[in-house]
Each structure stands twice: as structure tokens, then as C-alpha cells.
């Protein structure tokens, strides 16, 4: 139902824009949100969007350096990632909720399959 992609080997300072395919959106189901974890870690929401009125939410880790938009002709949100460092380096998650607002991944009922992306000098 999700399938996110845009992941890859960028070095420090550069940018990356993944993108999440969402092949059915409904109303339930509105919001988007994108997740990291590095390994050893846990999961982390940085960022959401509803797709109903283009409110955005962003974690105080990111919020300065991403932005997420949504283009709903094309059921597709992005997550613009700038300024990259190091401590980026993750596999990035896009999953669905019916959660207003929320970076809790408890409260996604949906994932995609993650990609990859790896922030080095």
C-alpha cells in the first residue's frame, strides 16, 4: 500500500527527497507520517502531514532542516531532507494513520518497506 523510496549514500551538508507512493489513501487513513531508525535505536517520528488539509507536523529534531509536502493528484508525500549529518543515517519509513498530528509510530497502522539512507564524508 506504501512504497517509499528516494534513499541513498549522500555526504555531509547534501540533500535527499524521499518520496512514499501511497496506493490507496481514504478517509480514515489521512495522515502521513515518515519515521527513521538507525540500528541500535528506537524508531523516531520526524515528520507528518494530513492529506486532507496540508497540515504539517515536524519533530524539534528535524524541523529546521525537512519538509514534507503532499502531492494528492499523484498520492504521493515527500520528505526534503537538507543539511544532512551523520547522526541522519538510517532507514527512512513512511506509514499511514488515522492520528491528526501524531509522530507516534504506535498509532500508524500501515508501513512501507523503508529505504535506506546513508550520510558520510
Known amino acids: 500500500q506504501l512504497q517509499a523510496s528516494g534513499g541513498g549514500l549522500v555526504q555531509i551538508g547534501g540533500s535527499l527527497r524521499l518520496s512514499c507512493a501511497a496506493s490507496v489513501l481514504t478517509l480514515d487513513y489521512h495522515v502521513i507520517g515518515w519515521f527513521r531508525q538507525a540500528p541500535g535505536k528506537e524508531r523516531e517520528g520526524l515528520s507528518c502531514i494530513s492529506t486532507s488539509d496540508g497540515s504539517t507536523f515536524y519533530a524539534d529534531s528535524v524541523k529546521d532542516r525537512f519538509t514534507i509536502s503532499r502531492d494528492n493528484a499523484k498520492n504521493t508525500v515527500y520528505l526534503q531532507m537538507n543539511s544532512l549529518k551523520p547522526e541522519d543515517t538510517a532507514v527512512y519509513y513512511c506509514?499511514?494513520?488515522?492520528?491528526?498530528?501524531?509522530?507516534?509510530?504506535?498509532?500508524?497502522?500501515?508501513w512501507g518497506q523503508g529505504t535506506l539512507v546513508t550520510v558520510s564524508s
Open positions: 506509514a499511514t494513520s488515522s492520528h491528526y498530528g501524531s509522530l507516534y509510530w504506535y498509532e500508524y497502522a500501515y
